[in-house]
């Protein structure tokens, strides 16, 4: 059974940090991209970064270039979104993704930032 579990989330100030981690189980971790996305109340689901599986390659939102950034740990199951200079825009509930199959979420964990 396919999990993810993130963690991480939480209220910071403008220009604060915070870094989301994502606990994968349940299928080969190490063979497919992982994501997050993020939902912010009354629009629809954004792709906030991707990483692929093998080379590590990622791909970023323009709204969070240069601010965020996605790793793995591919012998722990673990993806991580480090998240730097906060904007309230920011605000969200943000989701982890696994590109297998028809894709697979994360519970969300809620990032909230205040100004």
């Known amino acids: 059974q396919v999990q993810l579990v993130e963690s991480g989330g939480g209220l910071v100030q403008l220009g604060g940090s915070l870094r989301l981690s994502c606990a994968a189980s349940?299928?080969?971790?190490?063979?497919?991209?992982m994501g997050w996305y993020r939902q912010a109340p009354g629009k629809e689901r954004e792709r906030v970064a991707l990483?692929?599986?093998?080379?590590?390659?990622?791909n970023y939102a323009d709204s969070v270039k240069g601010r965020f950034t996605i790793s793995r740990d591919n012998a722990k199951n673990m993806v991580y979104l480090q998240m730097n200079s906060l904007k309230p825009e920011d605000t969200a509930v943000y989701y982890c993704?696994?590109?297998?199959?028809?894709?697979?979420w994360g519970q969300g964990t809620q990032v909230t930032v205040s100004s």
């Open positions: 349940g299928f080969t971790f190490s063979l497919y991209a």
């Open positions: 993704y696994a590109d297998r199959d028809r894709g697979s």
């Open positions: 990483i692929n599986a093998r080379s590590g390659r990622t």
